[in-house]
């Protein structure tokens, strides 16, 4: 059924998938049979990946890392990791939240998750915050009158028969 091998010794030797593998060694006496479950552990962290590899925040923004560690067999291992970034990129939680410094820049390799010994590195940019509106100016630009004239609102100096100007001007 799978999670290791007997020989002929009688000795159980683990196989390299980690889990629990029910009813997997059979034992025979006397017309009688029993069987009992095998739960293979995975073994010391052989590597860990921290994900995103590589990752770009605005400065002062945030972004979620995480990590995962395996052993020589790719099996997960279950682990607490310590997570730490580089000075002047940032500060990390150790539940790998990250906050971005405020100056811009690239930081290659400046995330890292280690476990067991072995670390795990992710780099970070961080970019400029973005700007909204666009700079100076004014909405439809420059100076401009509505209908032409100066200051006038229809045009020319006033064209009502028998008025000065004030209606239409």
């Known amino acids: 059924n799978g999670g290791g091998a007997i020989s002929t010794g009688c000795v159980f030797t683990a196989g390299t998938l980690a889990g629990t593998f029910a009813n997997t060694v059979k034992a025979e006496a006397q017309g009688l049979s029993a069987f009992a479950s095998v739960t293979v552990l995975p073994g010391p962290v052989l590597s860990v990946t921290v994900t995103p590899g590589s990752g770009t925040v605005q400065v002062n923004g945030s972004l979620q890392f995480t990590a995962e560690a395996k052993d020589a067999f790719d099996n997960i291992v279950a682990t607490g990791f310590t997570w730490a970034a580089q000075s002047g990129a940032g500060t990390i939680t ?67 028969p028998g008025e000065d100007g004030s209606t239409g001007g």
Not at 122 to 137: I, M, R, Y
Not at 143 to 152: H, K
Request: hydrophobic share 30%.
């Open 94 to 160: 150790q539940g790998g939240f990250f906050t971005a410094a405020a100056d811009p820049g690239s930081f290659p390799n400046a995330i890292s998750a280690e476990a067991g010994g072995i670390t795990g590195l992710a780099s970070v940019t961080l970019a400029p915050a973005a700007t909204t509106g666009g700079g100076t100016g004014t909405t439809g630009g420059g100076s401009v009158s509505t209908g032409g004239g100066e200051g006038s609102t229809g045009g020319g100096a006033g064209t009502t």
